[in-house]
């Protein structure tokens, strides 16, 4: 099917090969509640409608759908994480204050949820934060100035009985040298495990780490975080208990992207830009969708490293110096202008393709090993038409045919997604 158009709008299957992979892309365009399942041809084989528009979408086992549902605000926070049953029926529903971005479910059944803890300013002044890094620093000191910090928490929700039953917070694994007499003094280098309260990144900003890509390694038992600010990957041990996580065995485990985060090098070694979507591979390395920053770099490549894994569990690291690899990777990096200020994904596909979200102009694209595009895809879904501005996208996933999410399935096509025009969707 080719890509349609209506005056200068352009949406659908620009082009598709042969070589495209066999299944089908689960897409949720951010301005609606509706999460859709298509074809190579660009139909719909299935929908669900949530209650609100959706972040992060993804299948399970037996045909449900597990979402996350956007709050008002774009921020890439989240009022609920919701769970729908093939046919559009909720099977559960989870709130808690602070969510946001992704959710990633779990063998057990379990899902992990990013959530922000907040702090006052003055809380983290007194642990050693610099109140020039805020937005308003002459209110830090003051704690009915309103001014709060955001540090990122972990949490493993049991979805049978809605329990937390494990959970890791990003303020328990804090750093700061900027003074001996404040908690947490200590030298960066000497602890790497440790995350530096008082990193500058180019923006005052109340979110400090801004977690917005969870993966999982089952035969590790490890967690991948992406830290948008940090512009880190950073690991985390899952097999501990809660109270062993809240000690030294919940500092990061590995960190990757950004050595001077941690008192390496300069910020001219950073090789992470405002990164999002973070996966790991079944051989064990880590695929990062690099998105790059106007100041430093911008154009977005999508990039692997391999983390120097010790037999034994671990990563190796050489004293006195930041973790390995020296580099990435570049696994897409076009001849031409690529770029995604914000959101985007990549996921590796069993025949070594790779479908790439470039989230925050709308368009879905596979690969192939040498980097040319086999199928892409824009979303028929504008908030802005007079300049041919798709919604974005948080990330898209393909499927394969036999993937026991689909198994016994009616996936029967239909018509492609329709047009649909939403000015003022976000707020234009």
Request: cysteine-free.
């Amino acid at each position: 099917m080719a890509a349609q158009s209506d005056s200068e709008l352009v949406y659908g299957v620009v082009s598709s090969t042969a070589e495209v992979s066999a299944g089908y892309v689960l897409l949720a365009p951010v301005v609606t509640p509706t999460v859709y399942l298509i074809d190579n041809e660009g139909r719909v084989v299935h929908q669900w409608a949530a209650s609100s528009p959706i972040l992060a979408a993804y299948l399970l086992d037996g045909g449900r759908l597990l979402v996350s549902v956007a709050a008002e605000f774009n921020a890439g926070a989240t009022e609920r994480v919701e769970m729908y049953d093939w046919d559009g029926h909720l099977l559960w529903s989870f709130a808690r204050p602070g969510m946001h971005h992704d959710i990633e479910p779990l063998p057990n059944d379990h899902v992990l949820l990013a959530v922000w803890e907040t702090f006052t300013a003055a809380d983290l002044v007194a642990r050693g934060l610099n109140p020039a890094l805020l937005p308003y620093p002459e209110a830090a000191n003051d704690p009915d100035s309103g001014e709060t910090v955001w540090l990122d928490t972990i949490i493993e929700v049991n979805p049978a009985d809605d329990r937390i039953v494990w959970e890791w917070k990003g303020s328990d694994h804090l750093i700061q040298d900027s003074d001996p007499a404040l908690p947490d003094y200590g030298s960066l280098s000497e602890n790497p495990g440790r995350i530096n309260l008082n990193y500058s990144t180019p923006l005052r900003v109340y979110d400090r780490t801004h977690i917005n890509a969870i993966d999982y390694n089952p035969s590790r038992d490890e967690i991948l975080l992406s830290s948008h600010f940090y512009n880190e990957i950073w690991v985390i041990d899952h097999a501990t208990t809660t109270e062993e996580a809240a000690g030294r065995a919940g500092d990061l485990l590995y960190r990757w992207g950004n050595p001077s985060a941690y008192g390496y090098g300069t910020p001219l070694d950073r090789q992470l830009f405002l990164q999002h979507g973070a996966a790991w591979l079944d051989n064990g390395d880590i695929l990062i969708f690099n998105n790059g920053a106007p100041i430093f770099r911008a154009y977005t490549t999508v990039d692997e490293i391999t983390p120097p894994n010790l037999s034994d569990g671990g990563y190796a690291r050489q004293p006195g110096q930041p973790f390995g690899p020296e580099s990435a990777v570049e696994r897409y990096n076009p001849v031409g202008f690529f770029y995604s200020l914000g959101l985007g994904s990549a996921q590796a596909l069993p025949n070594g393709h790779l479908l790439i979200t470039q989230g925050a102009v709308g368009r879905i694209f596979e690969v192939d090993g040498a980097g040319d595009t086999v199928w892409d895809y824009f979303v028929p879904v504008f908030v802005a038409p007079t300049n041919n501005s798709h919604s974005p996208l948080f990330h898209a996933r393909r499927y394969a045919p036999d993937d026991p999410a689909l198994a016994g399935r009616d996936l029967t096509p239909g018509d492609p997604i329709p047009v649909q025009t939403l000015r003022g969707a976000l707020g234009d």
